[in-house]
């Protein structure tokens, strides 16, 4: 039976792990993932010797080197307080591959609470900040794009939906094969470069055909696969980080 | 008779030429739509996920005791009068295969369909040896007049359409052309019937070989399994040796997964269960009946505690029909015996990762194939650990492990891992990105071969948190 998460409830203070591509290229949906949180009066505390799980060694299978980066990640967290992390990847990489790639070190035990507390944004935001949203937006369509990681290695297919759900003048539109990958897969779109090219093909093409001009996703790689292959193509479609779309529609 | 081939090595080739192909893009994509709509509708009714958890169980209990059961299979098949060999490899296997066919002097052999004689190269080795070997599953009958290998491992001609096995058959048999899939499919039932009376031996696979009874179970739709294990005056079963059962009892289960998650069905046309050869006073059915057990490398990925649920499966093709990867470069592409996400976990230790380096990395890793294996083998989880195997920071228990190794790479990640341990080194790499952001090149292949490459942002999220913090102090 695939176990149900009990989710706590809402703390005073969480960490925020921010993902390195957030880090680099989305400086902005980081802070306005921040917002989100601190609106619901909790503390933010961002660890700064924070860098990079250490997903694309792993995914690569350089787990030496994955090991040794991610033991760096596990010291951020001293104090018991929830992980959030804006990004389904990153958040499946600490509460899913931690465990397992850090069983026969020291610091196994650590791993396995650090798993135990991480939350993906969304998720968090949902089922332990209970947020009421209130969208101040125009109405508008939008299509969802859910990343692999969020939806099957997280479980987390529902979560954001249902947090667009809650803006009132929110159309949310699906996709044709909504669940399919977009082809970023972090190293296997630069390995594989022309079957990621063409699954993130059908994505664009997928989303442009639901009339939505805006996309969301939860996961900054997909976001960057799929806004890259809409601008290389001058398509009209443009994607957003669930964070930021939601600040900007409610405050 | 020369077979088109296609060779992992080549995979990055052969996915380029498939991705250009429209015809393939567009058969594949229609079928993998088909069959992921199919196996969706017949799951609709079903707790799919208690099911899957009792088949996952069901193999590992089988394979927990694999050994004994294996003993036990054979012991039951030899009171029941099946003949029992054992093959360490393929070469084997075809060796037993063609002795039994010498012993009958046997010229021509009709074949149900079978992944483990297309893994031993049966066909080849038997038509060397002057003994023709005719396939007579219809979609294994078209790719062997069109002289191509199985492009799936349930659907062997689905790179196919109408138009083009129409061609086929009017080329190769003189069947007129139509496009009635019909007239199609009786002309070849018409071609295929002649020859099962005249075949001297038929050879088929096994999906489910009982150890408590002996019965060898054989899943199929069209009738030819049951043609082939009882028309000919002998019967040769080849299969892997992990198919085996513990109980009677484990076969519904396993039966009502492998169909629904192959083809959408409830059940098939047949489900035939052989327990023996024709026995006295019976009519019909073959006087010999043999079953080959291949291990071809099973044996290897037993020892290993993580690899071993490769051998969970059932052969039911349902990770491939909902693989990304797949459904655009077709199976032919993989140049392996069995394509796919199963056959980027299965083939490194049948061939060794020198020849197939390429194909765990093959996946963008989106979980489509562990979400519906009907056995819940966590086929992302074994292709990062073959990944880690081939560039050698595995256990180094696969054959070729370590073919992979570069010393650049690993230099690469060396250094990435130095940065991401020393955290004022990263902040300061932050800040150059952001500064020297406007050197980023607009070309960085293969990137940009397809997308445009943002930017760093001129303020990292290091940056802006520092300032957002010291504004909520002001405040």
Not at chain 1, 5 to 25: M, W
Not at chain 2, 106 to 124: C, D, F, P, R, T
Request: proline content about 6%.
């Amino acid at each position: 039976m695939t176990p149900i998460k009990h989710y706590p409830p809402k703390p005073q203070k969480v960490y925020f792990y921010a993902t390195c591509l957030i880090d680099v290229f989305y400086p902005g949906a980081g802070l306005d993932a921040i917002r989100l949180l601190e609106r619901e009066g909790i503390e933010v505390v961002f660890p700064k010797d924070q860098t990079c799980c250490g997903q694309p060694a792993y995914t690569s299978g350089y787990h030496d080197e994955a090991r040794s980066v991610a033991l760096a990640q596990l010291a951020l967290f001293p104090e018991p307080w929830p992980i959030v992390v804006p990004s389904g990847s990153c958040g499946g990489m600490l509460r899913v591959h931690y465990p397992t790639l850090l069983a026969d070190t020291p610091e196994a035990a650590t791993a396995q609470d650090v798993a135990a507390r991480t939350f993906e944004l969304t998720e968090f935001l949902l089922h332990v900040c209970h947020v009421r949203l209130k969208d101040l937006g125009e109405p508008e369509q939008v299509a969802m794009h859910t990343s692999c990681s969020a939806r099957r290695e997280m479980g987390l297919g529902d979560t954001a939906p249902a947090l667009l759900a809650q803006l009132g003048h929110v159309e949310l539109v699906e996709q044709a094969r909504t669940t399919e990958c977009c082809g970023f897969g972090g190293t296997f779109a630069v390995r594989h470069p022309e079957i990621s090219g063409a699954m993130v093909e059908d994505k664009v093409d997928a989303i442009e055909a639901t009339g939505a001009r805006q996309f969301i996703t939860s996961d900054c790689g997909c976001l960057m696969n799929i806004n890259g292959n809409a601008e290389y193509r001058q398509k009209a479609v443009q994607g957003e980080h669930i964070a930021s779309y939601l600040w900007r529609r409610t405050s | 008779m020369s077979v088109q081939t296609y060779s992992p090595r080549e995979f990055h080739r052969q996915a380029h030429d498939a991705l250009g192909n429209p015809q393939i893009r567009a058969n594949f994509r229609r079928a993998m739509d088909g069959l992921m709509d199919k196996r969706r509708d017949v799951f609709s009714d079903w707790d799919v996920e208690t099911l899957r958890e009792l088949g996952a169980n069901i193999r590992l209990r089988a394979l927990a005791r694999l050994p004994d059961l294996l003993e036990q299979l054979e012991a039951n098949c030899e009171a029941n009068g099946i003949k029992v060999h054992w093959a360490t490899d393929g070469d084997e296997a075809c060796e037993i295969v063609r002795d039994i066919c010498d012993r009958h002097g046997a010229k021509a052999v009709i074949k149900g369909k079978s992944m483990v004689s297309e893994e031993m190269h049966l066909n080849a080795h038997l038509e060397a040896a002057g003994i023709e070997a005719l396939e007579s599953d219809l979609g294994e009958y078209l790719v062997q007049l069109n002289e191509q290998t199985p492009s799936h491992i349930i659907m062997p001609a689905i790179h196919l359409n109408t138009d083009e096995i129409s061609d086929i058959l009017h080329d190769k048999t003189g069947t007129e052309r139509t496009r009635d899939v019909d007239t199609m499919t009786a002309a070849a039932r018409a071609q295929l019937r002649e020859r099962f009376m005249a075949a001297d031996v038929g050879i088929s696979g096994v999906n489910f070989a009982v150890a408590e009874t002996g019965t060898l179970c054989l899943v199929e739709n069209e009738g030819n399994g049951r043609m082939t294990t009882t028309v000919p005056p002998v019967h040769v079963a080849v299969t892997g040796i992990e198919k085996v059962v513990e109980h009677l009892r484990d076969v519904p289960p396993l039966y009502a997964l492998l169909t629904r998650s192959a083809t959408g069905q409830n059940v098939t046309t047949y489900f035939n269960m052989i327990n023996a050869p024709r026995q006295k006073g019976e009519h019909d059915g073959p006087k010999e009946v043999h079953l080959v057990l291949v291990d071809n490398g099973r044996s290897n990925i037993y020892q290993d505690d993580e690899l071993l649920d490769t051998l969970r499966c059932i052969r039911c093709g349902a990770c491939m029909n909902h693989c990304p990867v797949y459904s655009r470069v077709g199976g032919h592409a993989y140049g392996t015996t069995y394509p796919g996400p199963i056959g980027s976990i299965l083939m490194p230790h049948l061939i060794g990762l020198e020849d197939t380096q390429d194909l765990p990395s093959a996946s963008s890793l989106c979980g489509a194939c562990g979400e519906v294996c009907p056995v819940k083998i966590p086929i992302p989880d074994l292709l990062v650990r073959l990944r880690k195997e081939a560039v050698g920071e595995g256990r180094g228990n696969v054959p070729g492990a370590g073919a992979k190794r570069n010393r650049k790479e690993l230099a690469a990640w060396k250094s990435w891992q130095w940065a991401a341990t020393h955290p004022g080194v990263w902040r300061s790499g932050l800040m150059m990105a952001g500064k020297l952001r406007a050197l980023v090149p607009a070309k960085f292949a293969p990137w940009t071969d397809c997308r445009t490459l943002p930017q760093p942002a001129k303020t990292s999220l290091h940056a802006l948190v520092k300032r957002h913090q010291s504004k909520e102090e002001q405040q």
